[in-house]
């Protein structure tokens, strides 16, 4: 395999690994804050779907980005209502937002286009297109760095750099600033931040919020960065296997990008495999490679992941004691 393969499978990696990232670190904020996320998926598939209708009607990939992140908040609120204001089961409310939010962006979809669920193809202006980091043409022709920095490092759209950035900036929340302390704690001891005296229902909610602006943007990334335009169910699972990461990470920022990145491999390789012909077995299946990094994700989480313990509140909805 030489060094242009290499690089283009890392490349396809990484767009790859974007929505996984995002998703994931949505569901790090809301776990830390001990409110569990099942609905990562939902919240994705409902922000693509409005992406790319809002773009399509106006034009504009940042109206589009604007509908995704308020609809996937909305929903966010929903599982915040449900979750911490009602007290309800977190697992069962997120669980309800996936299969509503299946439901409702086919139905809008086939209501408002008459495609079968799709909406009509994107045209440039209403997506997000590659940008071409300073310094990328004149080193093409570099043997080596300028071909990684041309064709790994440069030419993403502004969602993947945002996505890789909001990593170190999610660690500096968590670990370095007063909301993130509050944060942390509140998934761990809500007792000790309500006797401190802040308010573990206002800390919640604002964690479902960060954690509804980020699904919004990684639906809009798949609906109009990655794609041109909304397909039914286009998430594809994806929302779970942010999930697996983030258990596959403990609930860690840092591990948590090289866990997506590795899945974002995984699926980049299966896709670079389809149809070839692997010695002793022949022609791989389309099939066997569309299933293999779902496939992985099981066997990783099994085999390799050791023990993962979540925030202790994580799940159960706090009372206050009178």
């Known amino acids: 395999m030489d060094l242009t393969t290499i690089v283009l499978i890392l490349d396809s990696s990484v767009r790859l690994a974007t929505p996984l990232l995002l998703a994931c670190l949505a569901g790090l904020y809301s776990e830390r804050s001990g409110i569990f996320d099942i609905g990562l998926e939902g919240k994705m598939l409902a922000g693509a779907f409005f992406a790319a209708a809002a773009a399509y009607w106006t034009g504009s990939a940042w109206l589009g980005l604007l509908a995704a992140i308020a609809a996937s908040i909305v929903l966010a609120l929903v599982h915040g209502f449900a979750s911490i204001t009602q007290r309800g089961n977190q697992i069962v409310s997120g669980v309800a937002i996936n299969f509503l939010a299946a439901g409702m962006t086919a139905l809008l979809g086939q209501a408002w286009f ?129 999930l697996a990461a983030l258990i596959f990470a403990k609930w860690r920022p840092w591990p948590a990008m090289g866990a997506c990145f590795l899945f974002g491999f995984l699926d980049a390789v299966s896709i670079r495999l389809q149809g070839a012909n692997v010695p002793v077995i022949g022609e791989v299946p389309v099939q066997f490679m569309q299933a293999l990094p779902y496939i992985l994700t099981v066997i990783l989480l099994a085999g390799f992941i050791g023990r993962a313990v979540p925030p202790k509140a994580g799940g159960i909805p706090y009372v206050k004691e009178r």
Not at 122 to 139: K, M, N, S, V, Y
Not at 177 to 203: C, E, I, M, Y
Not at 226 to 242: D, E, L, P, T
């Open 114 to 242: 008459s495609q079968g669920g799709r909406t009509p193809q994107l045209g440039a202006d209403a997506r997000f297109g590659a940008i071409t980091l300073p310094g990328a043409e004149a080193l093409r022709d570099v043997p080596v760095v300028g071909e990684i920095y041309y064709e790994l490092i440069s030419g993403h759209n502004l969602i993947v750099y945002v996505a890789f950035l909001m990593v170190p900036l999610t660690w500096w929340v968590l670990f370095r600033t007063r909301f993130g302390l509050r944060l942390r704690a509140v998934g761990q001891n809500p007792a000790a931040v309500d006797t401190a005296g802040v308010s573990v229902p206002f800390l919640r909610y604002r964690a479902v919020v960060i954690c509804g602006i980020l699904t919004g943007i990684a639906g809009a990334y798949l609906a109009i960065a990655q794609s041109a335009g909304f397909i039914v169910n286009m998430s594809a699972g994806k929302g779970y296997i942010a």
